[in-house]
């Protein structure tokens, strides 16, 4: 029998590579969210805030099986400078779907964190993270209701989106001539594409050991900041000129995100991935392509 899933902010960087991956596995699949994407089949859409609780009842109905929530901020930089509004879309707006999704009895919640959730940085993006977590445990310690929570690391891929770290990086490269970053580029990530990050994400689905439990979800490609612009220097073959500026980087980590201790998770990878200079040199062609386009 097809399972029902309802994707709260699946119009998102991430959550339409999700959707499509759903969609291409057999799942009857809905997006709820403020606006369609143009990734995805319109016909999937339905328009919902998550912070209109009543709405959000409506959408997860009595055939819902599974519920995904990408949905709320994304940008840390953004939630640093908008701490109400951040609590409250990524905690109460988060709540409003649990109840929902308890009220329904579905089979499994998904949540959508950070590592940041894991981490003493992260301002309030962190914190609402990790608040949402610890209401999302309590949701299945009082009611039963099942979850998996995934903490994403740095995902990304040739999309342009708010929240696509080297897509944005490298379309200010090519314009600017220049790479100005506020750290002392010694930071290191783990960067994952987005199609190897919606792989996974499904993954979790169709094997009941990830049921109520937390997955760390990044990749193989383990590197410095001033690694990779080198490494997008070198590929768009020009005399860039790289700034570091050692300063206002205070929000983000540095070498790991676990400073502190939530509940333990697994890490899941995906083999076979994207390698980082072919993700790296996609985004430079989509990037290329769009400001041809625009001129």
Same mark, same amino acid.
């Given at each position: ?114 590592? +940041?959730?894991?981490?003493? @940085?992260? !301002?309030? &993006? ?5 608040? %949402?977590? $610890?209401? /999302? ?111 206002? +980087?205070?929000?983000?980590? @540095?070498? !790991?995100? &676990? ?5 333990? %998770?697994? $890490?899941? /990878? ?26």
């Amino acid at each position: 029998m097809q399972k029902k899933v309802i994707v709260f902010g699946g119009s998102g960087f991430l959550g339409a590579y999700v959707v499509n991956e759903l969609v291409n596995r057999g799942y009857k699949v809905a997006v709820a969210d403020l606006k369609p994407s143009p990734f995805y089949n319109p016909d999937l859409f339905v328009a919902c805030d998550i912070m209109d609780a009543g709405k959000v009842n409506t959408i997860i109905d009595d055939e819902t099986d599974i519920v995904y929530n990408f949905a709320g901020f994304a940008n840390l930089d953004k939630a640093v400078e908008l701490p109400v509004e951040t609590l409250n879309l990524n905690v109460i707006g988060n709540a409003n779907i649990l109840e929902a999704a308890r009220q329904k009895q579905i089979e499994r919640y998904v949540f959508a964190s950070s590592s +940041y959730a894991l981490s003493d @940085k992260g !301002s309030f &993006y962190g914190i609402s993270k990790m608040v %949402s977590e $610890k209401v /999302i445990e309590e949701y299945y310690r009082q009611f039963g209701l099942r979850y998996t929570v995934i903490r994403y690391g740095s995902v990304y891929s040739e999309r342009e989106f708010e929240n696509n770290y080297i897509y944005n990086l490298i379309k200010s490269a090519i314009k600017t001539n220049r790479i100005s970053h506020d750290g002392d580029g010694e930071e290191v990530r783990e960067y994952i594409h987005a199609s190897d990050a919606a792989v996974l994400s499904v993954d979790i689905l169709e094997d009941t050991k990830f049921e109520n439990e937390h997955i760390i979800l990044t990749g193989f490609e383990r590197m410095k900041r001033k690694e990779l612009f080198e490494m997008i220097k070198e590929i768009i073959n020009t005399d860039l000129t790289i700034e570091l500026k050692n300063d206002g +980087y205070q929000h983000h980590y @540095k070498l !790991s995100p &676990y400073s502190h201790h939530p509940n333990a %998770s697994k $890490k899941l /990878i995906s083999n076979p991935f994207i390698d980082i200079g072919q993700g790296i040199l996609e985004c430079i062609k989509e990037v290329r392509s769009k400001l041809e386009t625009e001129e």
